[in-house]
């Protein structure tokens, strides 16, 4: 799920957004990434250009929007990072204490007109856990992060429609040796982000 983000940075040219600022317009380009570390926006009119893509930096984001407008083959990015083992030299790999996957981003997304050419994409998926030790069970995967999208009442459906979200929580890692005859209710699950639409009347 990582590869999505590195193939992404990889082909697009990225803007950084920072600050928590107003804007009246913010165009995204076609083709371009907004890289955003700030953990609010608030934007009148939200253009996304073509194949633009907005990467969330922060844990918890909100966007705040009076219209947002996507155009074709856009995306929201903001999955969680794999579990990284930070090596302890003085322990072998297989004793060292598994890590769990970093949570998925989470988004509130405020728009009283939602106008999409096509699907948005939204992926909040949690990191995958690291693998377990000899005699500890694998690191757990994140959850998914969770989205919340308020617009307008008569905009529901079309939200409903348009929205494509990826938030399954990360894959626990492998379990070893001893940790693998452990009962399979033991082992690490993967939690699911939470999705809600809610509407103002």
């Known amino acids: 799920m ?5 193939f992404v940075c990889a082909l697009l040219p990225i803007i950084t957004l920072s600050q928590s600022l107003h804007y009246d317009t913010l165009l995204i380009p076609k083709r371009t990434a907004l890289m955003l570390t700030t953990d609010s926006l608030f934007v009148n009119h939200f253009i996304m250009g073509d194949s633009s893509t907005i990467i969330l930096g922060a844990q918890t984001t909100l966007i705040k929007t009076f219209r947002l407008e996507a155009g074709v083959n856009c995306s929201i990015i903001g999955d969680g990072m794999d579990a990284i083992i930070m090596k302890d030299n003085s322990l072998p790999l297989s004793l060292q204490q598994a890590v769990r996957g970093e949570n998925g981003k989470s988004l509130t997304l405020i728009s009283t007109i939602f106008d ?8 909040l998926n949690g990191g ?3 693998d377990g030790g000899l005699f500890a069970l694998p690191g757990e995967g994140g959850a998914g992060g969770n989205l919340f999208f308020i617009s307008s009442y008569s905009e529901k459906k079309k939200v409903d429609q348009q929205i494509n979200l990826k938030n399954e929580g990360g894959y626990p890692g492998r379990p070893r040796h001893s940790a693998a005859g452990m009962e399979a209710s033991s082992l690490p699950t993967r939690k699911k982000g ?4 809610i509407a103002n009347k």
Request: aromatic letters at 16%.
């Open 2 to 6: 990582k590869y999505i983000l590195v």
């Open 194 to 197: 939470d999705f809600r639409i």
């Open 116 to 123: 999409t050419k096509s699907i948005l994409s939204i992926y």
């Open 128 to 130: 995958n856990g690291s």
